[in-house]
């Protein structure tokens, strides 16, 4: 009897598109003179799956998409390897019994799988954040498994890493995200739970450059009046996510008029929406007059655009999203960089000094850390204590003058 030939391939079921007109794309398994179609829960227009095939793919949003049906043909094939004879209900068994994944040992494997769930749910900067840690360990030590992640390993890696000027913040990141894809590995009943090696390793911990603002540069800013309408708009949104418990600029352009209720603002952090499902606390925030007069000059005045800034608008995708919030925030931050010359402010006052600044003034007044904590949208307090900036040098030294000045 000649041997079974089981092969895997897609196609797109192109007549049956959605009301995006996007078609489901389906994985088929064939096995003379048999087929069988599963779904993917993957879905492109025919032109993206025409560009899919591509080896020049550039679409960060169809990089995920191949990135899902990759995972996909691995898992198949290895489930196909496996099955002698082949059958058709043993392989649909299996393959949705998610076995596959605990006989994979291979790191690559288990990133690329977390990457392509990440980008499937929209998480566009997480999943990059994910795939520069692999190409990182991958640099250091190609072809890693699974088991070859022991203390003595991430010692290697941490070193290695620091050969190359990378800061102990950028290390603990690559670490804490390797240590996740472990923990999904032990979930999973992959990598043993006696050999787990971060009990005989420490992830270092990096320490923030100081990004808040002294009182006297955060008044400066406050009572500036540029000339340049650009710089005028700039300032404005560094001043509302200042003044409104420095909310995110990703938050920002993702509000929406019903988000304000008098003179509140609430939201949910748009990094928190995906992760955080089963507790997801909005926040609250009282809105200052100078924050209602500056939504109200920049407000969206299309009134088929649900979005209350003109940012953003319907039917664009997460990868769009995020090239947009990167291009806004550096837009932003060209402008407040002439308005930092022009004021003579030594530290950089990015986008990000805003959010900073708005914690180390509440934590200089004596507000609660809870209070903070609840502002930010942290999980914990522990989260806001690490988060919160030092004091800055001149309170320092008011301090110390105060032991002899009795």
Sequence with gaps: MSEQKVTVSFYLEKTKPNAENKCLIKMVIYCNPNKKRFSTNCHATIEEWEKLNNSNLRDANLKGIKAILNVKQQKAEKIIAGLIPFSFVAFEESFYSNSIVNKNTALQFWFDNYIAKLHAKGCVGTAIAYKTTINSINLFKKGLHLQDITP????????????????????????????????????????????????????????????????????????????????????????????????????????????????????????????????????????????LEIIKEWKNTDFTNPYLFP???????????????????????KRMEAIRQDLGIEQKIGTYAARHSFSTVMKRKGVSTEFIKESLGHSSVAVTENYLDSFADDVKLEYTNLLTNL
């Design 311 to 333: 940012v953003l608008e319907v039917g664009i995708t997460p990868i769009t999203v995020k090239h947009r919030c990167q291009r806004f925030i550096k837009w932003v931050n």
């Design 152 to 291: 003595a390993l991430l010692e290697e890696y941490e070193t290695f890493l620091l050969s190359t000027k990378k800061s102990l913040t950028t290390i603990s990141i690559y670490v804490r995200q390797l240590r996740a894809i472990i923990n999904q590995a032990i979930t999973e009943g992959v990598f043993p739970q006696e050999k787990y090696p971060f009990r005989k390793y420490e992830i270092p911990k990096g320490r923030n450059v100081k990004k808040a603002l002294p009182s006297s540069d955060i008044n400066k800013l406050l009572n500036y009046k540029p000339v340049k309408e650009d710089e005028k708009k700039a300032l404005d949104f560094w001043i509302l996510s200042y003044l409104c418990s420095g909310i995110n600029f990703a938050d920002i352009i993702e509000l929406k008029p019903e988000n304000i209720e008098g003179d509140y603002l609430h939201f949910v952090r748009a990094k928190t929406k995906n992760t955080k499902k089963k507790d997801l606390r909005p926040i609250k925030v009282g809105l200052h007059p100078r924050a």
